[in-house]
């Protein structure tokens, strides 16, 4: 299994941005599918963007509605979650994971490796 480290997170505005990185280890990267998810004081762990292993397709949760981006350079063991006009609603450790699934890759079942998380905190 991969060993995920997240960085990148941090107090922001609203309206600004925040890039998310996660750094693989002990494993094939580019064998697996990786996700980000987030999860809120006193809220079940939400899904928030996933990128298939084979390349061929991304998801994001429907909040994300355009303002995030997840991107991976699988060279660099690398997956990233570029987040734009940030709403205090946004605020939450966020979670790199990574699944052994091509696709149907959006609920925490779905994945075998998790980070520790890194907080971000949107402020209004």
């Known amino acids: 299994q991969l060993h995920l480290v997240e960085s990148g997170g941090g107090l922001v505005q609203v309206g600004g941005s925040l890039r998310l990185s996660c750094a693989a280890s002990g494993g094939a990267f580019a064998s697996y599918s990786m996700g980000w998810f987030r999860q809120a004081p006193g809220k079940e762990r939400e899904f928030v963007a996933a990128?298939?292993?084979?390349?061929?397709?991304?998801y994001y949760g429907d909040f994300v509605k355009g303002r995030f981006i997840i991107s991976r350079v699988n060279g660099a063991n690398t997956v990233y979650l570029d987040m734009h006009s940030l709403k205090p609603e946004d605020t939450a450790v966020y979670y790199c994971?990574?699944?052994?699934?091509?696709?149907?890759?959006?609920?925490?079942?779905?994945?075998?490796?998790w980070g520790q998380g890194t907080q971000v905190t949107v402020s209004s």
């Open positions: 994971a990574a699944s052994v699934y091509v696709s149907t890759i959006t609920t925490p079942s779905d994945f075998i490796s």
């Open positions: 990128y298939s292993r084979s390349g061929a397709r991304t």
